[in-house]
């Protein structure tokens, strides 16, 4: 009887979509890969940011032939700096959704040990299972805590900061252009990581994470409560207004705690209905329960429960460190600018002379002795 219903099972392109969803390589079960559920309809604002990391992560991977056919490789990674609470760890995840990619996140204090030469072997491990795992997105929070600038690690155990921050160096190089692996750092001291990781190659890409301006603060107020029973009476639009300076993490703070208010009034008028049904005794039970079933105690999130929340509000980032970060970025931007090219000039508006068309023929006699040479620094 088995045997016959076995001979008549079908399977279908459904049953392997559900397995391998559901199942995991044997050699990544040591670590936690995941697929974030996290999409970019989840972040609010940052509509430049957003499109610079779907040029960086997800062009390369759905577009391929655009890349081959104009010679270029993709960037190895990129280097994520702002203000804490401003979505740099979300930011991450939904590249790792948008892509189907595995994301693979380390906390940057994870890979320190006491032990002599430890440090440097979680290192390479990490990046093992990023290679085995690909295409996946690796993500280091808290990167300053490991990428310090070298030189300056006198008493910490014979260098050890040092040494991990070469064997991080030596793994990024060491990522070929057929490992689809990209690597994503976050800090809050982008004025302590070593110059050496932020040069092209390896992060090369510094994108700013910023405080959300009046658009970004009504987008993450309403990504928050888009799953939330919200009365309409609640003016988004002025609570973005009043928030000024507030992160997103501080937003998503007020909206927690205006639906801890909703629901611990719910949970009193329940309690209450209740002592109130057992002093009437029997003769309301059949009218109670009829208007349990028409009516809601709290049905929504009312504005009383907002004004409350917004006068408990704090804000996570002081001017103090917004000026701080302006002046990184400014001077991030002036040193840019700052460059100057063989005639002494700046080459902030570099712009080629108007020559004639003997300029393709020039360009193109060196293009086949570079195609011949690995180069050492991409």
């Known amino acids: 009887m088995c045997l016959n219903r076995i001979s008549h099972l079908n399977l279908n392109q459904e049953h392997f979509r559900h397995s391998l969803g559901v199942s995991k390589p044997s050699s990544l ?40 056919k104009f010679g270029m490789s993709p960037s190895k990674g990129v280097l994520f700096y702002g203000p804490p609470g401003c979505g740099k760890t979300l930011m991450a995840k939904a590249v790792a959704n948008e892509c189907q990619a595995n994301f693979i996140s380390v906390k940057g204090p994870e890979l320190l040990t006491m032990w002599f030469g430890e440090s440097e072997a979680n290192v390479r491990d990490v990046f093992e299972k990023a290679r085995q795992a690909a295409p996946c997105v690796l993500f280091f929070d808290e990167l300053d805590s ?6 300056g690690s006198q008493g910490d155990g ?27 750092g976050a800090t809050n001291r982008p004025d302590i990581i070593d110059t050496a990781l932020m040069r092209p190659g390896r992060l090369d890409q510094l994108i700013y994470i910023p405080m959300p301006d009046h658009d970004s603060r009504l987008s993450i107020l309403r990504a928050t409560l888009r799953k939330s029973p919200v009365a309409k009476n609640v003016d988004l639009t002025y609570l973005s207004a009043q928030t000024d300076k507030f992160t997103g993490a501080d937003l998503t703070e007020i909206c927690q705690s205006a639906c801890k208010l ?11 209905r209740e002592r109130m049904r057992e002093e ?19 049905p929504e999130i009312l504005p009383t429960h907002f004004e409350a929340a917004v006068r408990n509000a704090r804000r996570s980032v002081s001017d103090r460190d917004l000026a701080q970060y302006a002046s990184f ?17 700046s080459l902030a508006n570099f712009a080629f002379p108007n020559q004639s068309s ?15 040479e690995e180069d050492l620094y991409s």
């Open 29 to 68: 079960r040591e670590t936690v890969v995941e697929v974030p559920n996290v999409s970019w309809d989840d972040i609010g604002g940052l509509e430049d940011v957003k499109r610079d990391l779907k040029e960086l992560v997800q062009y390369p991977v759905e577009h391929p032939e655009k890349f081959e």
């Open 146 to 151: 490991i990428a310090q600038q070298r030189g």
């Open 158 to 184: 014979g260098g050890a900061a040092d040494r991990v921050m070469n064997q991080l160096l030596t793994e990024i190089d060491g990522i070929g252009a057929k490992k689809n692996v990209f690597i994503i």
């Open 262 to 272: 909703a629901i611990r009034e719910e949970i009193e008028r329940d309690i209450e």
């Open 280 to 298: 009437a005794g029997d003769d309301m039970d059949a009218d109670d329960d009829e208007d349990d079933e028409a009516s809601d105690t709290m």
């Open 329 to 345: 970025a400014q001077t991030l931007q002036q040193s840019r600018a700052a460059v100057t090219g063989s005639a002494g000039g």
């Open 358 to 372: 003997n300029l393709a023929g020039g360009d193109g006699e060196g293009k086949d002795d570079d195609d011949d």
